[in-house]
């Protein structure tokens, strides 16, 4: 147990039986009042916002975290197989933990495995940006770049996105993993 007070910005905490990260936590003093601390959680689960006020002497359950690097051998089921690099141990992580981000995500990619006590995972964390190959696009009509029209791609793991006009099939795109958003051409 840890008081308020110990915690910082990114520490997981149990509040209310779920695990949530700290957002946001400010110290106050209004007036003629006692001092309280502001904080904002997103539980790591459902991804909801939490806020609560607490008074300096309240303790908390801080969670024992430890984040590794794993990479994504392949999709069995309902899971995701994981592999360390270092001692080549795999590991089995639920598909939610990833959420939207697992549509754009291929074997081979390192993703963060965020572990409470070192064994259970609690959270997953694609790269911010993939590279991926179109497999399939509609040719583009030559000297139609002006405007920013964009088309459908199916990209070789089989999730469509929006590209622009001059994206041929076989090329190679930037795909931001939080949004789904095709980012740049890549050579």
């Known amino acids: 147990m840890a008081t308020i007070s110990d915690l910082s910005r990114g520490n997981y905490i149990r509040y209310n039986g779920e695990i949530v990260q700290i957002e946001e ?5 209004p007036g003629n009042l006692r001092a309280f601390y502001q904080v904002k959680m997103r539980n790591v689960r459902n991804g909801k916002i939490v806020e609560n006020r607490f008074r300096p002497g309240d303790e908390v359950d801080r969670l024992n975290v430890e984040t ?3 990479q994504y051998l392949y ?8 592999m360390d690099n270092n001692t080549f141990d795999q590991i089995y992580i ?7 981000s697992l549509k754009y ?3 081979g990619t390192t993703l963060l495995i965020t572990f409470e006590n070192g064994t259970t ?6 790269p911010p940006h993939v590279v991926m190959q179109v497999q399939y696009t509609e040719p583009g009509i030559q000297g139609d770049t002006a405007t920013r029209t964009l088309k459908p791609a199916t990209l070789e793991n089989g999730t ?3 590209v622009p006009l001059f994206i041929n099939t076989g090329d190679n795109v930037k795909v931001d993993t939080r949004t ?6 890549v050579k």
């Open 25 to 29: 936590l400010q110290h106050r003093t």
């Open 180 to 185: 789904g958003e095709y980012v740049e051409r």
């Open 75 to 82: 999709s069995d089921g309902e899971s995701l197989v994981c």
């Open 68 to 70: 590794r690097e794993y």
């Open 94 to 100: 639920d598909k939610e933990l990833l959420g939207e």
């Open 105 to 107: 995500i291929k074997e």
């Open 160 to 162: 469509e996105i929006r």
């Open 121 to 126: 995972p609690i959270t997953a964390q694609a």
